[in-house]
């Protein structure tokens, strides 16, 4: 039997402790390690040094770029663009390879025909399973049933070339691995799903994560622009709650300007409505919740703020990518 292929492996990383789980992680499997390993240290001002040496016995494998603060998007150009091995597995920092990871990575590799441009690996997020999870966890979990998730995805590094590589436009980490998923297809390569498995821990966050989160509607817009309205189904992407949100927030906004102007029996109606929507999102939350006292009071807060704050950053999306080109467009 050949051997597998040769890999590289690229972790962007902002300096979060959980960089030295991954490392150690890493090491730990067995089978086919990578031929180097490349940390790509996105922090504006680093200050700690990473923690490198959980690496163990890939530490004289490990190198280092710095792209100060880019993104994910720069970050892992950075990272791919200098690695010499024929496929690049692209790691979070925040995720562990289980021990048989290399051995299932070097199956799935030789697998792939000379027109698979990836393989995707599969994540499993830990949940708690002495009380029903979080809003925060369940949201973490969906990532289970995501495509093409650069949590732990293997590119061939020459469909990473025909791509263009990642759209640096995308500064957060969020749609940037779609966005790339579906230039790599229409390039003509396929995408397949591995067998190896990566665990990806729910890591900590507090109240407003979710309502911090509402800025990936700008990052939708920018998606509609360069792939079309039909990119949600082509990338197999639940579409959210956005649509319910202008109602309710088109719902509060009337409800002020007819009270404002005096028309009191419009203001209930309409007000009534916002009730009626914030009340059935915040329910839709914490039905399948905990509903401790704290998650309630999360929920309930975080489902008044969430509407108007995802219809903000939608149409701050449509302002700030409403010159951007389509992909396939002549320029």
């Known amino acids: 039997m050949s051997r597998a292929p040769a890999y590289s492996v690229v972790v962007p990383t902002i300096g979060r402790p959980c960089l030295a789980d991954c490392l150690r992680a890493l090491a730990a499997a067995v089978g086919?390690?990578?031929e180097d390993v490349v940390v790509v240290d996105d922090r504006p001002d680093p200050v700690e040094e990473l923690p490198l040496a959980a690496a163990g016995a890939l530490y004289g494998r490990v190198r280092t770029l710095r792209t100060g603060g880019r993104g994910p998007a720069a970050a892992r150009n950075a990272g791919w663009r200098t690695v010499g091995t024929?496929?690049?597995?692209?790691?979070?920092?925040?995720?562990?390879?289980?021990p048989d990871w290399s051995r299932l990575l070097a199956e799935d590799l030789s697998a792939a025909d000379a027109f698979t441009g990836g393989v995707q690996g599969r994540l499993s997020v830990p949940l708690?399973?002495?009380r029903r999870p979080t809003d925060w966890e369940r949201g973490t979990a969906g990532l289970e049933e995501a495509?093409?998730?650069t949590a732990d995805m293997a590119y061939r590094t020459a469909a990473l070339a025909d791509?263009?590589?990642?759209d640096e436009r995308f500064r957060r980490a969020f749609r940037e691995d779609a966005d790339l998923a579906l230039r790599v297809r229409e390039a003509g390569w396929s995408l397949l799903r591995g067998r190896r498995t990566t665990r990806h821990p729910v890591r900590p966050a507090d109240r407003w994560a979710s309502v911090r989160a509402q800025r990936g509607n700008a990052d939708d817009v920018l998606m509609t622009r360069l792939h079309g309205r039909d990119w949600w189904a082509r990338a197999e992407a639940p579409r959210g709650r956005l649509p319910r949100h202008v109602l309710v927030t088109t719902a509060a906004l009337t409800a002020s300007g007819?009270?404002?102007?005096?028309?009191?029996r419009a203001a209930a109606v309409a007000g009534a409505l916002w009730t009626l929507g914030t009340a059935e999102f915040a329910l839709a939350r914490i039905g399948p919740g905990p509903r401790t006292r704290q998650e309630v009071a999360t929920m309930v807060t975080t489902s008044v703020l969430i509407p108007p704050l995802a219809v903000r950053h939608w149409l701050a999306g449509l302002l700030r990518h409403r010159r951007v080109v389509p992909h396939g467009s002549a320029l």
Not at 258 to 264: D, I
């Open 147 to 149: 495509v093409w998730a």
């Open 86 to 98: 024929p496929w690049t597995v692209f790691l979070d920092d925040d995720v562990q390879v289980l």
């Open 163 to 166: 791509a263009g590589g990642f």
């Open 258 to 264: 007819c009270a404002l102007t005096g028309r009191r």
């Open 32 to 34: 086919h390690p990578p």
């Open 128 to 130: 708690p399973e002495d």
